[in-house]
């Protein structure tokens, strides 16, 4: 018996805590139904590597500087990723801890 009252507790429970299906939805439900809706259909296109945006002498330039400062046990510092990444570890590394064994190159960020 008293497990039958449980159960039959926690079904109304359960009931009481669903959206009513003959109801319509609030309109902010449906401006986010098609904001999920949009940005699902969107093209997303991948990041150009730094080597496809600025070639492989100068990719390679920013690699080493980004591996002479970064101190991240595995840095982004890779002609794979965007140039953008690479300068941002680039202008982390050299904003990091005592500056003024920096490098030469940090003076221009």
Do not use: K, Y
Not at 46 to 66: H, K, T, W, Y
């Amino acid at each position: 018996m008293r497990l039958a009252l449980t159960l039959a507790f926690s079904a109304l429970a359960l009931a009481a805590c669903s959206p009513d299906p003959s109801e319509p939805a609030s309109p902010a439900t449906q401006e986010t139904d098609v904001a999920q809706t949009a940005d699902a259909g969107a093209e997303t296109r991948p990041a150009l590597s730094c080597e496809d945006e600025i070639g492989r002498a100068e990719a390679d330039v920013l690699v080493e500087q980004c591996l002479m400062v970064s101190t991240a046990t595995r840095p982004p510092c890779n002609v794979a990723n965007s140039c953008e990444m690479i300068r941002e570890e680039i202008a982390r590394g050299c904003g990091f801890g005592d500056q003024s064994d920096n490098p030469d190159f940090c003076d221009d960020l």
